[in-house]
């Protein structure tokens, strides 16, 4: 057997047996809340953050990015892939991993996949997002899409919204059918809904995620009353929108980062100068949110690196002292760190198959 | 316990054990020679590539940095940090990781270490540009900086282009005296010296790899005659070079790719109009390389990321049908692609803890 890495050679790995193990255990609505809590205090410090938009390579058929932010101290990124075409070969639109390092050395301290992670916190994201701007005593909400992504969003918005009721609708009926069998026993009264319309009837959140690859329009201008909050989530690449122009006119427009919106939300329908808020701005007091109850408020949401650095760092906090990793033999580190040949001659012997 | 996840799921990952059983089972000479065979395959289709400078993030104290790449088929990206201090601490100066991916389904095909693999495809890199550059001929090489890239330049060298003799210097007689025992049975003859003008003595090649993040002159005009080929490595971040400005204006001067070089390498000390050739365009037949006996040839070197790629791929072929890997359940792939939460749910009673 080969000598064993020092320490620092390891890297702590979560899979994704071990994720949904960890949320498992501590419960996911807690999960969710925490992850709110995370994303929110990460927010609240924005300006700390080395943003940049993503750094994405695309082809025909889909799209593969890196996301990488970083506080000073800590820094992450995220690989994710999407593929709206995988769905149909019996493959995953998005898939995602993620890893964090320290600043100092420059040394990965956390790997961990974020398919599943990422689903938890862009539902997070939107709950915490929406505790800011949807009208108070908010207690139903129409979740139109109903993919991969839609359970991780009504569960995550009663935890933290306090929602009770969901109204389901998907052009796909068996879709509806799975979300509304998933969520039975979660607590939510759940009705599924045969219209975008019929869902949105007494809604005061609607929540619309979808993966068409083209401009759609699942909601129209008349379909919108006032005094609701529009969590935009499925907007999320060039030429992939879901609202109608004129619904996005009508509302107070709230997004993360406007650099990276602009290019891949629903604004990127609207002039490059109109005006929209940055919610960490909000969530940090030094803009006003939702003005009254009339007011339509849209997050027009398309996912942040700093979304994924807080996760991965909730993540590395929850795992300790937990068997719910491994750790990966993943980084050289001689005796000496100027010898790195000497380690790789001395393994000669000892590694020998 | 819990069901297996599918084929899909899993990730090969090539952990530094593995891969030094891997180089040890093929032997470092013949993967050096196989890897220089890959990258120039790689440079001869140099345009196909999709090519960004990488993407940094500055710390006062280093530099982490992702480097992606596509050819279209496979995409490709390493992590890899730069923290000259760490050296002090015991730490590596350089760690690295690395991974493929499938364009068109976006789904991770190979996760590896690459601080062992950057060193050897740094120092592959570096002799397949020699052999198209440098003198006919040549069979003496001064290595000056004997640090942890040194003896896989001096093997790479030996098995590329046919060097039997090397000749060491370092500011530090503990480096050079470790190189040399390191090389002791490697079939080369091996001159340790006290100064890099006596290490650049008789030797038709001179490799420059120096560490200090900090504008250094390893070597000065007088010391560098005509008809050497000069393969710098050490230059590779702003404010990090190696050379007398005057060494560059007598060579004729070859890069990987300009608008990185530019910004990282020994001609961020020239105008940024000063004309460069670009190594692919050498390897491809396209342009002449080394025009006489008497020309100074220089490498200026920073490392690309189309060099990792090719690296990342001859390991991906490499441990095909050997013990040298493991699989990662990395990627979440639930039967019904759309019923991520549900693959979640399903979990619960067979992952309990």
């Known amino acids: 057997m080969a000598p064993l890495p020092s320490k620092l050679a390891y890297v702590p790995f979560v899979s994704v047996e071990n994720m949904m193990r960890l949320v498992h255990h501590i419960g996911i609505e807690k999960v969710l809340t925490d992850l709110a809590d995370q994303i929110e205090a990460d927010f609240r410090r924005w300006p700390l953050f080395d943003k940049t938009p993503r750094v994405a390579s695309h082809s025909d058929v889909g799209v593969i990015e890196l ?31 993620g890893l964090l390092a320290d600043v100092n050395s420059g040394y990965p301290k956390l790997l961990s996949e974020m398919t599943l992670l990422t689903a938890l916190r862009t539902a997070a994201t939107s709950a915490m997002a929406a505790r800011h701007l949807a009208p108070k005593g908010a207690r139903t909400m129409a979740m139109i899409g109903n993919g991969a992504q839609s359970e991780f969003q009504c569960l995550a918005f009663k935890a933290v919204c306090g929602i009770d009721s969901v109204r389901l609708y998907d052009i796909d009926p068996a879709a509806t059918e799975r979300c509304a069998r998933n969520l039975a026993g979660s607590g939510l009264t759940v009705v599924k809904c045969r219209s975008s319309q019929e869902a949105i009837e007494g809604a005061q959140i609607i929540t619309t995620c979808t993966a068409d690859k083209q401009y759609a329009t699942i909601l129209t201008d008349n ?5 609701v909050h529009i969590n935009a989530i499925g907007g999320d690449c060039p030429g992939k929108t879901e609202l109608h122009r004129d619904i996005l006119l009508r509302s107070r427009i709230f997004v993360e980062y406007p650099p990276q919106t602009r290019i891949e939300g629903e604004i990127q329908q609207l002039d490059p100068d109109h005006a929209v808020t940055e919610l960490w701005q909000v969530i940090a007091g030094d803009v006003a949110g939702r003005a009254d109850d009339r007011q339509i408020t849209l997050f027009d949401s398309v996912g942040f690196a700093i979304e994924d650095f807080s996760a991965l760092r909730y993540v590395a ?34 590694v020998a198959a």
């Open 67 to 97: 996301m990488p932010t970083s506080d000073g101290e800590t820094y992450g990124f995220k690989y994710v892939n999407g593929h709206p075409k995988n769905m149909a070969e019996g493959l995953q639109t998005v898939t995602a991993f």
């Open 223 to 227: 379909m919108v009353g006032s005094g």
């Open 317 to 350: 906090q929850a795992i300790a002292g937990t068997p719910f990793f491994t750790r990966l033999d993943m980084i050289a580190d001689p005796d000496d760190p100027r010898d790195l040949f000497g380690m790789f001659q001395r393994a000669a012997d000892s």
